[in-house]
Each structure stands twice: as C-alpha cells, then as structure tokens.
C-alpha cells in the first residue's frame, strides 16, 4: 500500500464539514488573477464560530482497531467531546485504547461485551462503532434503541436486511446515524461539485470514472501471543485468529472490496449525478489469492448505468489489488472537460476540451501538466469574491480543508447533534450507497446485467 493510500485510510488528508449554507463566497479556482467562480456561492460549507462554552459529550466506542483509534484521536481534538467506555473484544487493542486515553487525560471503562457497556454507562450521549461490517446493524441499532446517536463506520452493513434496520432505528428513535462516507464532508469534494453542478465547467457529465488500485492484498498480522482464545473467538462467530483480522476477505463479515472501498467512490458518484443507477454490469474475480484461502473478489470492474436530469450517464468503476497504478481517484467526463478529484489532495484538475467554447477566465489561468496534457488546479479557498477582493470565508474553507479526513466527518456529527445542522451522510443516504455496491458483487456472480428498481433505494 502507497502512502496515499495509507494516508487516506488513516484519515490523515484534509476535509471539514459544511456547518451551514454561505451567503455569498466568490471561492473558486485562481485563473492568473481572476476568478473561476465569480458567482455567488451559495453551498460550499462556511466554518462555524468558534463557541466559547461548548456543550460537553459522553462518549463510548466499540472497535478500537486501526480504524477505530484513528476516530478516537480525532475526536479529541473536537472541544467537549469526553470519553467514557471502550470496548472491544481484544484486549490488546481494549488497553491499546484506553492506555491513548489515559495519556490525554480521559480514563475510560472498558468492556468486552458491547451490551454489558450500554447497560452500564447510562449517561453516554454519542457512541463510536468501528467494528468489522457484520456487527453495524446490530450494534447500531441497540445502541440508538438505547438512547444514544452513532456514527458508523462505512460499509454501513454487509447485507441490505441489516443496512435497513439501521435507516429504521434511526427514523423510529429519532437519534442521529452518521455514516463514515467522509468525502461528504470533505470541503474539496464541495468546491469540486459547485464548479461541475453550478458553473457547469465540464458541460453535459456523460461519463464518470472511478478506481482505488492498489499493489497488494491489504492484510494483518498479530502480536506473538496476543491471540484470542477459540472460545473467545467462537463466542463473538469468528472460526480463527486470520479470519478476525482479516475479515475483509471474508463473506461472512464484508462486503468485499466493492463495499470497503468502492461505497466510497461510489457514493460519489451518486452524490454527484444526484442519481441513482439504473442498472449494473461487472465482471470480477478471486483471481489471485486463493491460495491465502480468502473468499471475497479480488478484483471487480463494474459499469453502471444512470439517467439523470441532463441525460444517460455510463460509470466505470474498478477496485485491484495486484496494480497500484494511478491509486485512488474519481474522474467525471462532460462535453467541455474532465475534472479529476481525490481524498488524495494532490489530485484536483480541471482540463478543458480544446473543442469547448472558450471562456475568458481560461486563458488567464495558472496551468500545470499533468499526463501530458495543461489542467487547471482545484485551489479551495483561493478565492475572490465578486469585486475583485479575497473573500475571508475563502481562507477559512481554505484552513478548514488542511483538516485531517474524519475530524471534519466527526466534526459535522457532533455538532448535529449540539446545533440541529444536518448530517452529511444520513443513514438514507448510505443505504442508497449500499444498494448500489452490493449489487455489484450480485452481477459479478450472476454475469448478467442487473436492474435497480428506483423503491430498492428506499429502506
Ligand atoms: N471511513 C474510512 O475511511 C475507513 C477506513 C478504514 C476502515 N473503515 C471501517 O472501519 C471499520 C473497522 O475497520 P478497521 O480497519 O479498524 O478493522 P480492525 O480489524 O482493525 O478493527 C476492528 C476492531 O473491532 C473489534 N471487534 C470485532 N468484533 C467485535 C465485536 N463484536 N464487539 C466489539 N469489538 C469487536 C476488533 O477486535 C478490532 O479491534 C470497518 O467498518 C471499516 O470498513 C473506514
């Protein structure tokens, strides 16, 4: 795995929430001194004001592994968020936990059994769940049935019947559900939309392209002696120590690699098009890892079918694990341009079509090459606002933007609940990103072209 790569999953890229709608920000791409956005900007986020006394939040976590941890150390930099309980079913990664809290100043219980903590912990107003996918619904939903908001971690389930009672408990409990799709809060992915949606800059989008490539099967390890035990291990339905680990690789705890890292791109897609396919067509494969005994495809192509508002939109998207090449991005395709977008802030461009009308700011604008060819850089935050002045809010998006990945998904969840500002990724909307992946692997499996019934998006 490439840095990016490792970055990207650490959450240690820049996004943040959009907190509410701007009135009026010029923020847009720099062209040499003129703006590309001279129009008012109306959904781009805006930083909140700092408040002076924040309210205070008692919250749990249940899975504090990789992915887990990394959610826990953004959450302390977010003022009034104060942990209470920690559980998982290692005790290796249970103390690994507590031991980060301990050093800042947060002494937590520890559980094992998520259930024996909801019991217990009667004053928790938020919990954390970065558990493998299988065990979200179940926990999500007795969590919220107890009284608390959740913020799960992306895939929402491995299987629709579970990604549905989520959206349920939610709607009947009337607690907030975040679901870690963060590029929805991430302001680049913002700026990126309002030039496609609004400036229109590509024209009529006919096409997206997506891929996360990476070199190798993404897999783990353990400490010597630091096992569970087999009863510990049959006790929470895992058969051995590789399949707890890796069980990304394994049907019965994931979605495979369509659902681990395809719901995000995916879901950009749908975001984007403001629309969900029509249909899907994919061909994958265990192709090369057999030998490690795992089940999920190790490689899937898909195409997907959308019709939108502006017409026919074909979307190609792939997820590798033998080739690197080109990493992790989303590419959308219009009659005027392509912009390329990525977690990985590095990749932001806007290369326009030479058959293209012209349009005065493109000649002025500041050209990089890439792939051989003059693209415009995304810049958030270079901003001018509509007499010829550098906009503060744009510098504030800017700083807000070098924020780390999840802070900003985090941050956007804490202060729905605080300040009623909506959530970026609702449960509805993931189960439509879940719809979407899941029937991916069904028309692997199936080799035939798959049909999406638009009531399959409603749960
Ligand atoms: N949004 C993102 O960018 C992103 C990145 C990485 C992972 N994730 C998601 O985060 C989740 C966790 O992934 P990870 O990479 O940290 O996996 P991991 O295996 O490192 O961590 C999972 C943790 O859950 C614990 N666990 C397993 N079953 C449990 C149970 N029944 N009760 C309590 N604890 C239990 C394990 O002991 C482990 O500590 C997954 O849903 C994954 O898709 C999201």
Redesign the pocket.
């Known amino acids: 795995m490439g840095d990016a790569t490792r970055q990207a ?1 650490k ?1 240690e890229f820049t996004r943040r929430e959009f907190v509410q709608a701007a009135a009026t920000t010029g923020a847009g791409v720099v062209l040499g001194g003129s703006s590309l956005a001279q129009t008012p900007l109306v959904d781009l986020p805006v930083p909140s004001e700092p408040e002076e006394k924040v309210e205070e939040f008692a919250v749990g976590i ?7 941890r990394n959610l826990l150390l953004q959450c302390l930099k977010i003022p009034g968020i104060r942990f209470i309980a920690v ?4 005790p290796y ?1 249970q103390k690994y936990a507590a031991n980060i809290l301990k050093k800042y100043d947060q002494p937590v219980n520890v559980y094992e059994d ?1 259930r024996e903590m909801l019991a217990k912990e009667s004053s928790l107003d938020a919990v954390i769940i ?4 299988w ?2 619904a179940e926990q999500t939903v007795d969590c919220l049935k107890t009284g608390v908001h959740v913020y799960c ?3 929402m389930a491995n299987n629709l019947d579970g990604a549905k009672r989520m959206v349920l408990a939610a709607r009947e409990t009337g607690k907030l559900l975040q679901i ?1 799709h ?1 590029r929805r809060s991430n302001p680049r992915y913002w700026h990126a939309l309002k030039l496609i949606k609004k400036d229109k800059v590509l024209g009529q989008i006919c096409h997206v392209f997506g891929q996360w490539n990476r070199a190798q099967l993404y897999e783990f390890g353990w400490p010597k002696g630091k096992d569970l035990s087999t009863d510990a291990l049959k006790r ?1 339905g895992y058969d051995t120590m590789d399949r707890f ?1 890796n ?1 990304r690789w394994y049907r019965k705890y994931s979605g495979g690699a369509m659902a ?1 890292l395809g719901s995000h791109q995916v879901d950009v897609f749908n975001w984007f098009l403001e629309a969900n396919p029509s249909t899907v067509q994919a061909s994958g494969g265990l192709d090369f890892y057999q030998k490690e005994g795992r089940e999920w495809y190790d490689n899937v192509m898909s195409i997907y079918e959308y019709k939108t508002v502006d017409g026919p939109v074909r979307g190609f998207y792939q997820v590798l694990n033998t080739t690197s090449h080109g990493g992790f991005f989303e590419t959308f395709m219009g009659r005027e341009g392509s912009m390329v977008i990525s977690e990985d802030p590095r990749k932001g461009f806007l290369f326009r079509e030479m058959t293209a009308k012209r349009r005065e700011w493109e000649d002025e604008a500041e050209k990089v090459t890439t792939m051989g060819k003059d693209a415009i850089e995304l810049k958030i935050g270079e901003t001018l606002a509509p007499d010829g002045s550098k906009d503060p809010k744009g510098q504030a998006l800017l700083e807000m933007s070098k924020k780390p990945a ?1 802070l900003l998904h985090l941050e956007n969840f804490f202060n729905a609940i605080r300040s009623g500002t909506p959530l970026t990724c609702p449960a509805e909307l993931a189960y439509e990103t879940a719809v979407s992946v899941l029937k991916a692997n069904d028309a692997v499996e199936s080799g035939t072209t798959l049909k999406f019934d638009s009531v399959e998006f409603k749960a």
């Open positions: 999953e959450g249940i899975g504090s592994g990789s992915q887990g559980c998982d079913i290692w990664h998520y970065a558990t493998p996918d065990m979200h971690e992306k895939e870690g963060q929470y680990r069980w681990d999840h």
